[in-house]
Structures are given as structure tokens and as C-alpha cells.
């Protein structure tokens, strides 16, 4: 049976919780170790940071919640040195250094540099590469942006230029269907819907099945695990019975967008269950600043896939090289590419390295799906925990998500109650010593939090907009991961806000 969940990998010796302090520790040794190994000179710029954290390792409260928050700190410190030093090193060139003028960066020393806006990266775009597993039968090549962002759009208006070798035989214009949740990807897909491409957001999976079975789909653009608060899962099952029901001259693209799964999402896998009903075209696209750098964002990073079967007409349809080769134009005319500083930032050699690449988001998943299910079940404050792990489809590998959705009642659901609830949260953690913080987003090695009031989900029936508390578990376990399930828990168990208010009166007002 295939998209099942495997067992998680782990890259550290001990990960109980009695010792998963001392085992974060040693990754941030190793990622230290991998900068030395590679330039000598950076052992200097590292010495002190070195000094310190094996006086944590040595100090005896190091599982406490006071060595966590030392952990926190010297975590964000090996960022900001790296950071520092790879800048140090391409901070004199020019954006267009003079002709035969070297360029070197940290690691890789010489690279190909005219001027940044056209700087191709193929660098990184090797790291990338490495990471991505062969698919049989199937060419892969890759290409690095600035951001997610910036990939998605690039690869929009390139379909749109191959626009002719997709045409469909009734010479109706394509229809790009999009279902995710995304709100930044709402808004691109309004402001790239062309007389090229028709790109439509498809507001549930049904019909995009019905879309997709019908002929109707010729660019499927999806989210495996949809950016929605109700954490929803595009079944592939589903998916592979509807793309078998097409009709026989519907052929099709696929775009899927892997930002929550990480480089945890098997492209190959569904590409394979897709049988001879493959897609002319695959692109795999997503944002590399969560997942796939420590939990430390190092750098903005867009990373996109394209693959194509070795049976394709290259007559007819462009090859994933040759489709590559367009794309990296536009980003040079879109000056969407990475910059020096990030592609610089980008060579620190445990980020984009195959034996790195699954065990972090792996630590989050677990997470995550620890939490949901602490909560799940606890009637009071919360109407609902969203999270994939309590779904229909929680044995699918596709069911992980790095952060877990709590719904409000209705009637409590108000800004009001929103700012007291952070509050609480942030003034509780503070006082307990848990590395638990306001902020959003997810993936980071500590915890946060936030309310967000989403313009793309569904209003209630009286059109009052819905409010969701976010809670993003990072990859540590430990006593914080304990103190905020503690929390979460307390906060959970209060009958409605007026219970939470009696229960925590110093944070009222």
C-alpha cells in the first residue's frame, strides 16, 4: 500500500527527553564542526562560541528549563556567527565586479559572477540536487529562488510561455486548479490569472476531484498537506483514482508546493502510483528557510523541482532541462534569484546535505502531532483541535503537520478574548521559564504561538470572521516541550473565558 507513514529517523544518540538538551546541543556542535572541517580559519571565528557550549554540556542543569533557555541562546548565536562570517566574505565584491576580478565565497571559493541579478547559483542549486532522490524513469533538474514566493510566481508565467506545447485540443485556454490554503498563494494566483493560464483557487477537495476526473484540470497545482486552519489532507488516493478516470487526450501538469512536508514529501512515489497517466510536466516547489535549515532561517530560499518521464515527445513538450533553462531567464528578468549574502550564507554544509535532510522536519512532525494529541478531547476553552494526526487520513505519510490549530467557540471568538489569550501565554511562559514565544510562522527549535484572523477561511454564518490560536512545536523536546503541553493543558481545561479570566487574574488587564 503506498503513502503510508514510516518511522521517523533520528541523527543523535540519545533523544529521550531526560537528554534531549544535551542531544540538541551536540547537533549545534555538529553543525559548527561542519563549518571548521571545511575552512580552517572559521575555527577561530567559532572558538568562544565552542567555550560555551561544552560548559553547558558539562553544567548539570543543563536539562533544566534555565539550560534550555542557555541552549536557546547559544543556538542563535552559532546563527548569527555564521551569518556574520559568510557575509564578511562576499560583503567587499561589487554587484557587478570588474572582468576577471576572483569572486570567492566561503566554502565553495570561485564561482561565476557578471553581475547579481543574473547570478545563477549553481552552487546551491547542486546541494539542492543532492538531496533529491532519484526517480526511475524520470529526468530531474533543479533551480534556487529568493523565496517560495518568487519560485511560484516564476514558474506561473513560464507555463505561461509554454503555453502552445500544453495547448489543449479544444483550444480552450488552461486552467491552472489550485487547492491549498495558503493566503499569500490566493492573492498570486488572482494577480497571475492571464489570458495564458486561467488560475482559479478550487475551494474544496471534491471538486477538485471532479475537476481533475472530468478533463477539465490541465495544471494541478496542490498543497499535499493544505495551509488551512482545519489542517486538511489531499487524499492521494483520491487523486490517483480521479487522474486514472481522465479522459485518454486530457494530458496534464502537475505543481505541488511541499513547504509544511519539507523534504519529507516523496515527489517519486506519487509520480510512480500515477502509472501511464503521469503528468507531461511535475515541478515540486517550496520554501527552504523552515525546514530544511535547523530551524535557525539562515536565509530566504526558494527551491523548485522539474521533472519529466524519458518517454516524453521533446518535440512537442519541453524537457525538464530545457524547461529549467526558461525558467532561470525569467528569474534572471524577474530578479527573483538568490542574492550574494544568501547564497553565501547557504554553503554552510549541514543545510541541503542528504544526511541531514529528513530528521528535522521528522523532530517537528512528532512534535506537533504530541501536542494535538495532549489536547484533542479537552473540553473548555477550545471547540476543536485541527491537526492530520486526529483526520481521517492519520495514517497517510502526507498527515504531518509542524504546527496544530485550536478553534474558538463562537461566541468567545473576539479580539478581545484573542489579546488576553496571548497574553496569558506569553506572561506564563515567561514567569515558568519555558521557551515558549509569541510569533508566527513554524519549523524553529523553540515553541511558539499566535491568533491568526484568516481572510480565506469560512466565515461563520453571520459572516463574523473565525479566529484560530496556532501553536507551532519546534524540534526540541525537553522541559519546555513539557512546561508549554503543561500549559496548553491548563489554559484547554477552562470551561470558557470567564473561567480563564478567574484563573489568571494578574494578566486581565
Partial sequence: MVFQRLPSPDTVEDTSDRAACRADALELLKIATSLASNQGEWEAELAPWRVKINA???????????????????????????????????????????????????????????????????????????????????????????????????????????????QRTDGHTLRLDWLGGYYEMQRLVALLDNPGIYARRIPEFAMLLERLKSGKTDILFLEPVLYDWTQTIADPHALIEAIQARPADRPWILMTDSTLLGATF????????????????????????????????????????????RDLDETRHPSAERFRERLTRNRAVLGSGLSLEEAAILELPTIL????????????????????????????????????????????????????VLEFHQHEDTRENHALLLRIVENEARERGVAFYLGVSFGFRHHRCEVVVSENSFPYPDGQMRGFFKVAAGSRRGPSLAGMLALLQELAACADFAALRQAYPRWVS
Avoid at 128 to 153: K, L, N, Q, Y
Avoid at 281 to 309: P, W, Y
Avoid at 372 to 401: D, K, T, Y
Fill in 266 to 309: 516523496d515527489l517519486g512515489e506519487f509520480l510512480t502510483a500515477c502509472g501511464n497517466r503521469r503528468p507531461l510536466l511535475a515541478l515540486d516547489v517550496r520554501s527552504g528557510l523552515k525546514l530544511d535549515q535547523h530551524g535557525l532561517e539562515f536565509s530566504n530560499l526558494g527551491m523548485v523541482r522539474i521533472c519529466t518521464h
Fill in 56 to 166: 553547558l554540556l558539562a553544567d548539570p542543569e543543563l536539562e533544566t528549563l534555565r539550560g534550555e533557555q542557555q541552549l536557546e541562546s547559544l543556538s542563535l548565536e552559532l546563527r548569527s556567527r555564521w551569518i556574520r562570517m559568510a557575509r564578511s566574505v562576499v560583503e567587499p565584491l561589487l554587484r557587478s565586479p570588474l572582468q576577471n576580478q576572483p569572486v570567492c565565497f566561503p566554502i565553495s571559493n570561485s564561482v561565476n559572477l557578471v553581475y547579481e541579478r543574473v547570478f545563477n547559483s549553481r552552487h546551491i542549486e547542486r546541494k539542492i540536487a543532492r538531496c533529491c532522490p532519484e526517480i526511475p524513469d524520470w529526468s530531474s533538474h533543479v533551480a534556487a529562488f529568493g523565496s517560495g514566493m518568487a519560485a511560484v510566481t516564476a514558474l506561473i508565467l513560464t507555463l505561461g510561455h509554454y503555453r502552445k506545447s500544453y
Fill in 353 to 404: 546535505h542528504p544526511e541531514w535532510r529528513t530528521a528535522y522536519p521528522h523532530r517537528i512532525f512528532a512534535n506537533n502531532r504530541e501536542v494535538a494529541l495532549a489536547l484533542n478531547g479537552i473540553p473548555g476553552l477550545f471547540r476543536r483541535v485541527n491537526h492530520p494526526a486526529l483526520g481521517p487520513h492519520r495514517h497517510l505519510n502526507w498527515a504531518e503537520s509542524p504546527f496544530v
